[in-house]
């Protein structure tokens, strides 16, 4: 009988590599362990922070920015479970409130959209309603189609006093927290009863004798054209002052920002074929307000819109700088559109 000759026999083979296999793999266990432990942070307090993830950031870089807001305690268990759990390319981009001590498993479900999280959104000043349903959107809010069409929705508008045909107008500028996968009605309602609020805090102040009496849905239409053409705070008054004045006299508004509400795309100067566009938007060709608003204002515009500036100017041109020439009469105006175009 021929004795087998060391390392040949198959049989003994798959023992030590079996074996390799549980040591590697109980030293991993215990590694992940002693990790989560010894950089542990606080258990939830209720205390949240807020934690910005950009677009295309590497997990490296999100795990750096959690390790330092003590949302996690351990970047190597962080990036351990994104890479087993396949988290690697499944972190949503946003602004988000998360509690201290979250911790590592919960935090990439939170990021990933596996549990609902809160999302911070900021709606700039001035943002149309399609807009604001991208912002929505990528921060995964909700869908930007199921929150226009809660927008547009008149039975669901008219709870609120909304006489308009869909909420452009009444979605108020601001920071809000919302819950990941929020139901798209409940935003909207969240931020048009941020609007009437705003509204609201206004009107209770003392209003100066305005040359027009506007109703609620004129204002706000009103107050949407001055958000788009006014730039510097100081001029906010002033510009609805003008529009005021040439309402009063029955002139167009010629409102370069209703025109451009019109066109795919904004432009820095509109050429004369865009002002002969055929709307009623259009405050070239039709006087009087446009029927709705054109963007949704913020509380600077509502404010001028029902606090106008009481002068006599009808005309006003930009200077290229955010600031505005105004005018009196047509020569004068005339005069600064041609300082305008030399400046710029």
């Known amino acids: 009988m021929t004795k087998a000759k060391p390392g040949r026999d198959s049989a003994l083979c798959p023992f030590p590599v079996a074996l390799s296999f549980v040591l590697v793999t109980l030293s991993l266990a215990l590694s992940a362990g002693t990790l989560s432990c010894s950089s542990r942070p606080p258990r939830p307090n209720g205390g949240r922070v807020e934690v910005v993830i950009r677009p295309g950031q590497s997990v490296r870089a999100i795990a750096d920015s959690l390790v330092a807001k003590k949302v996690i305690g351990s970047r190597p268990l962080f990036l351990f479970y994104a890479w087993y759990y396949n988290y690697n390319t499944r972190l949503q981009a946003g602004r988000y409130h998360l509690s201290v001590g979250t911790g590592e498993r919960r ?23 399609n807009q604001v349903a991208e912002v929505l959107a990528e921060r995964g809010v909700c869908p930007a189609d199921s929150f226009l069409s809660a927008c547009m929705d008149t039975s669901f508008l008219r709870q609120f006093g909304v006489d308009d045909a869909t909420a452009e107008g009444y979605l ?8 990941t996968v929020s139901q798209p009605a ?22 100066t004798a305005r040359p027009v009496r506007l109703t609620p849905s004129q204002t706000v239409t009103l107050a949407s054209i001055v958000e788009r053409e006014a730039r510097v705070t100081d001029e906010f008054p002033r510009i609805a002052g003008v529009f005021y004045n040439r309402l009063r006299r029955g002139m167009p508004l010629q409102s370069c920002a209703t025109v451009e509400y019109l066109l795919p795309e904004r ?33 600077r515009a509502l404010a001028a819109a029902l606090n106008p500036e009481r002068h006599d100017y009808l005309f006003f041109v930009s200077r290229g700088d955010g600031t505005h020439e105004f005018s009196r009469t047509l020569a004068e105006h005339a005069a600064a559109k041609r300082r305008s175009l030399r400046s710029n």
């Open 172 to 179: 108020f500028p601001e920071t809000y927290e919302f819950l």
């Open 107 to 129: 935090v990439l479900k939170l990021l990933a959209g596996e549990e609902r999280a809160v999302a911070m959104v900021t709606i700039p000043e001035g943002y149309t309603m």
């Open 267 to 299: 432009k820095e100067r509109l050429s004369v074929e865009d002002t002969k566009l055929e709307s009623p938007y259009n405050t070239y060709l039709h006087s009087g307000l446009p029927p709705g608003p054109i963007c949704n204002p913020g509380r």
């Open 186 to 207: 409940d935003v909207a309602r969240r931020m048009i009863e941020q609007f009437f609020s705003e509204l609201y805090s206004l009107r209770d102040h003392p209003l």
